[in-house]
């Protein structure tokens, strides 16, 4: 884990990007053997990249078109306008200016090493214009504008009867999901909160009670001469000068509606038969294996190409912490030589997906297919620049003995990762459960001994390379539009018709993966729009990321997750017993130790917000210096909410409490807030000056 011991581990790549080395495979080639540093003034990225193959392409002058002064290794050197404006280069502009602040002195800022950087100031009336419009991300339990203004709530839904079926999955209607998810009784926050009708008053903070505004109110019930419109304008300045009064505060969150079963032993049954494999699954299995065959052997062979460029100082690896993965990707030569986890190679799914294929089996994929340590550990930084060059894929899968079968998802995914290797011309590493793990045999017999060890082994790491801040996440959330129809499901299994989210083990990876992931480092795949035509060059990565953004909802107490988790089925009943130790791992190992929690531009609401507090207060979290709720949509319900979570004493180790750009709560209650705990720095707003940055309080 980071030192937080100075200062806690603060948005990963916020700061961070800055001191990412350029990419070994542009430039000088003794800069790449110095360990991806340039021995000039300038990055190598800044004066030209090494193209990896031919001339410059059409793509490239596009890309220059667009203001790059490189061709297309350039888009790695500096992706963000953040990153840019750490190396000098750019202004950041106002949202990013606002996302990345961090209370310090000014014009310097801390990486999540705790070391103080230097950051270029920002021109005067950068952050005058307001805050920037708030995007509000499209959630299972999105809640509308008027929902939201009065918090109301209809009754819980009656629980639904679970359907088994391909992934293990059940049908479990969205709606009880979303109130499983909330795990708080929304009505009762609606009955403290103001009427509908006096919404306008309440944002201008005429809710509080003060007496000028219950003379303003009694004038108007009387039918006095000033127009409502002149009152309206009226009462910021009455409440002004009013002295804050009884807070609004938001009930104490309930259990969830449906309690947790009794805890049981796990038996994950790693030694157990899997399901049978079905005969047009092992044909469409046979028919790609040669094309399997070609697409490891031509990226076993851009592999060895790339070991020019390799990074034998593991500069990247070294800061990005990456040793924390080693123990499920290293070799155990007690198991048959092989690791716990193996990662694919993006290089080898692109070209399979291209030719058609499907995947098969870890067991069955030859070793060019695969993405192992040593070299993994040699890679330069991956996008970003302070991200390492892993992707953790989540999919559903669609049958039983197979999760693509007809290679929907693989064609998908394929174009995805191709503009995470075109980006510089360097390979990915990638996680698929189906790959990466050690499956049962070929006709569903049981896994040998040595096999079932190595699961074991994987299951105790998964959290190390889930939650890890240097690995991205990327979601397959939709289902191909033949789904279920034109899928064989076995005899007597039902077609699994629901959504990502509503799977078991979707949803515990999921959930435990965003616990502790940077909501800058997820992608929602369904949302990605594929390039038409044939010979198409692969959209830059930077607008890929940028489309398929994808969110985090609120984290779950132990027990909430549990009681959630019942909403879900699996196809093996003690499948629920392993997707809540994974949960729980993630929670106790990487959740729980954070140092900062962030939870910036989400759009979450003051449902999210009750959520959160309910897990804050649910026990220590003492390593915990920072909470970042900034560009929301948090109301006055919320705010007092954690008003409340503070009085209790929770999270007694907070220094920073960041709430920026939530423009629906009032000053009252952001003085309750500021007065909360003694020694606590509340920020509503930041301030300019012509020194650099300088957070204020007002």
Partial sequence: MPDTSAKPSLKPGKVKAAKGPASSRSGDPKAAKAGGKSTTDKSPKEEGSKKVKGEASARDK???????????????????????AAAGTSELPPDEALASEVPCDVGEAYTPGGSKVNLPPL??????????????????????????????SAPPPAPAAKIAGADGASSAPADEAAEALQAVDISEAAESAPPAESAGAAAAGGDVGGEDTGEASAAANEGAAAPAAEAEAAAPAAVAAAAPAAPVVAPEPEASAKPPRPQEEMNAGWDEPGPPVLASTKAAVAAAAPLIEAAAEESALEAAEDEKYADKQEAAWTECEGESMEAVLTVDEENGGQSPIRLLDARFLITLAKSGGTLARRQDLPDGAFFDLPRLKRESWGYGGASLRVLVVFQPWLQPDHPDPKGWQLKLLGQILESFVADDGGSYAIYLSYCSLMQPGPDGEQRSPAEAKLCEAALGGLCELFCHDGTWLLEMTSLPPDYPDKYEIAEGADPVRVDFHERGWNFAESMGTKLAKNATMILDCSKFTAPEGEDVEAPFLEDVVEECKGTRRPPLTIDDFRAALETKAFTREKDYEVACYLYKNCFDRKFRPGGAHVYDQLGWGDKEVLAMCKVLESEPFPECKQLWCSHNAITDVGMNRLCEMLGKGAIGSLETLALYGNPESTEPVKQRLRDARAGLEVFFSVKVSTGGRENGRA
Avoid: F, H, N
Wanted: charged residues 30%; aromatic residues 0%.
């Fill in 62 to 84: 596009k890309k220059s078109s667009k203001g790059s002064g490189t061709p297309r290794a350039s888009a790695r050197a500096d992706p963000t306008p953040r990153a840019a």
């Fill in 123 to 152: 021109p005067i009336g950068a952050l005058e214009s307001g805050d920037p419009p708030l995007v509000v991300p499209e959630t299972i339990d999105e809640v509308d504008e008027d929902a939201e203004a009065a918090l109301p």
